[in-house]
């Protein structure tokens, strides 16, 4: 079994594994942390089940005895001699009851400092592994997925099952500690009257559960709709002059109020879902309180119980309900994150089909001879992009590929970067399949070059350098020189270190691809891709950049997918593409001689140019 099917199977048995289950996996190195806080909260469930336990021995032991004094007729005087020793006692079992509140804060606190700490670790793990693996898959992923909606795998998503880890996995066992403890204690202190309370908790329970099973679908749904409402945000923010200049703002603005009114329905169906369970918890809080009034003040009166454990009971109610209530809150929390995480993993089993071969080489240069032999490639199933193509690209040769709309020119440079592989055929770089090269390698070794030029946000050296920092500052000046961009680069207040706004919208077209000229040279690449580099450039910028691609292009293996024909006429070869297989090989007259497809190409953009 190769790499990509092992690692194929690797998914598929990931996919079997509960979200939340995956999620515990980026725990697992913290366990010893988590332990601690469970510890810490096993003895916060002593302290708060010792609590009523004061209030109780206080009333039995000392409040009873003062009423029972009072009721035989003694002076206020004389109880206060009488009862010094019991008011001593209920000073002393006051400060121990302030002493396990400020315990509960301190440990409340040390517990709440350690998940947070936690939990910020493991979804900067979980951050990291979901960035990393983006960068790993297909160009055509990016193209299929609304950008918005990965983004809200990265951030909305990962704070969601943040919350999680901060407050629920160890706050869930804290309540299920509380409710075990109160149900033992309650047993132990009388069996017969916890029994006719424990009445409410078949009906409690019942609506726990139909509350969890009808929050998930919510959830799913509410989850689904925020990505879909943030990619409609950030498709057409991103788009906003389009919309502009075709006055689509109404059109634009009505979509997204339903978009908004879909989101607000749902979570109209989560807070009114919620809203019924919530009342529930409380009939069921107030009818155990009635039992117990009921019940324990017979069993009072009758001297079967003290007043102690009546006030003991009540307690134990009150903190019986409490994580009740609590545990329906975290169900959101955890039907939220359960959403989430199914979300992440689905992104995180979705497969690269790029990957590096087993046995893949190191390459550090390319010599630039380029081989395509009888190679066929489709997007989708058998819709043929390229058919049978072949042909040869010499060390230090320009070759240029012309054609109409989707006759392949794209594709082909797309296949020699490796963003797709050939379904049949093989692609050769100085004699070795691009498949058997380091992905890593390949890309570092290809200088390529588009319309649509793509600067970050940071300054002009970092979009140079791209994150090298084998790149130093000299090497940065240099290629920007030797590419005309330093002159433009001068003038900017900063120079160098000018800050770049969201896609350098501040910067002409004719700026950007000086830039992403001297990007390219600071790389070093070994062969180069042009595709149409000039295109929608004014003359003077032209001039800049033609200088510019012609240092470039010296010694360097160069592709060139052309447009305009009478920028590729000193090309070695032009290869005329239609419909996805090569029809014509030559240069410049060669091809016009043949009265062929490049003829009738040169000859409409001519009259168009005259014209």
């Not at 004094?69 to 009488?82: I, P, T």
């Not at 788009?239 to 009114?261: C, H, I, L, S, W």
């Not at 809150?329 to 995480?341: D, G, K, L, P, V």
Request: charged share 20%; with cysteine; net charge negative.
């Amino acid at each position: 079994m190769n790499g990509k099917a092992k690692a194929t199977e690797k998914a598929k048995a990931a996919r079997k594994v509960s979200p939340n289950r995956r999620l515990l996996g980026y725990a697992k190195p913290y366990a010893g942390w988590f332990a601690l806080a469970l510890a810490i909260i096993l003895i916060l469930v002593w302290l708060e089940l010792y609590q009523p336990q004061i209030l109780g021995e206080a009333v039995d032991d000392f409040v009873s005895k003062y009423e029972a004094a009072n009721n035989e007729g003694f002076a206020l005087s004389q109880l206060k001699e009488l009862r010094a020793e019991d008011l001593l006692g209920v000073v002393k079992l006051g400060g121990l009851y302030l002493a396990t509140v400020l315990a509960v804060m301190a440990l409340t606190y040390a517990q709440a400092a350690i998940l947070a700490t936690v939990s910020q670790k493991i979804i900067y793990n979980l951050r990291n592994d979901i960035f990393s693996h983006m960068m790993k898959l297909h160009v055509g992923f990016f193209h299929e997925n609304p950008i918005g909606r990965l983004v809200t795998r990265v951030t909305n998503d990962c704070e969601t099952v943040n919350e999680m880890f901060t407050s629920v996995i160890v706050n869930i066992l804290k309540s299920c500690f509380v409710l075990v403890g109160v149900i033992a204690v309650m047993l132990s202190e009388n069996v017969k009257l916890s029994l006719y309370i424990f009445i409410v908790i078949p009906f409690i329970t019942v609506a726990t559960f139909v509350f969890r099973s009808a929050t998930r679908k919510i959830y799913r749904a509410m989850r689904a709709k925020i990505s879909e409402l943030n990619g409609f945000v950030a498709e057409h923010v991103s788009g906003m002059k389009v919309v502009q200049v075709f006055t689509a703002e109404n059109d634009v603005r009505e979509d997204f109020e339903n978009r908004t009114e879909e989101l607000r329905k749902i979570n109209m169906k989560q807070l009114i879902t919620f809203a019924l369970y919530s009342p529930v918890s409380y009939v069921m809080n107030i009818a155990a309180l009635a039992i117990l009034i009921f019940v324990g003040g017979n069993m009072a009166l009758e001297g079967i119980v003290t007043i102690g454990t009546l006030v003991v009971f009540q307690r134990y109610i009150n903190k019986f309900f409490q994580p009740i209530q609590e545990l329906a809150e975290q169900f959101n929390t955890i039907q939220s994150a359960n959403a989430c995480a199914e979300r992440i993993f689905w992104l995180l089993d979705t497969e690269p089909e790029i990957e590096n071969d087993p046995d893949a080489i190191e390459v550090d240069s390319f010599k630039g001879k380029i081989e395509f032999k009888n190679v066929w490639f489709a997007y989708r199933d058998e819709e043929w992009v390229l058919q049978d193509v072949s042909f040869t690209v010499e060390p230090g040769a320009r070759v240029a590929f012309v054609g109409a709309t989707g006759a392949g020119k794209t594709t082909i440079q797309n296949l020699i970067c490796r963003y797709y592989d050939v379904q049949k055929g093989t692609i050769l770089i100085d004699g070795i399949d691009i498949r058997k090269i380091r992905v890593e390698d390949l890309r570092r070794n290809i200088g390529q070059m588009l319309q649509d030029v793509f600067l970050f946000t940071g300054d002009v050296k970092d979009n140079i350098r791209l994150n090298e920092t084998e790149i130093t500052d000299e090497e940065i000046v240099l290629a920007a020189e030797t590419v005309n961009a330093a002159g433009f680069i001068s003038q900017l207040p900063g120079g160098y270190s000018h800050e770049v706004i969201e896609r350098g919208a501040a910067f002409s077209a004719g700026q950007r691809q000086l830039l992403s000229f001297a990007r390219t040279l600071a790389f070093k690449p070994s062969v180069l891709i042009l595709d149409e580099a000039t295109a929608n450039i004014d003359t003077e910028t032209e001039t800049l950049i033609q200088d510019a691609l012609g240092k470039l292009m010296e010694g360097r293996t160069t592709i060139i997918v052309a447009h305009r024909l009478s920028t590729i006429q000193n090309a070695d070869k032009i290869i005329v593409m239609h419909k996805g297989r090569i029809m014509e090989e030559g240069n410049h007259q060669e091809l016009l001689s043949r009265g062929g497809i490049y003829y009738k190409l040169y000859k409409l953009q001519y009259e168009h140019d005259v014209a």
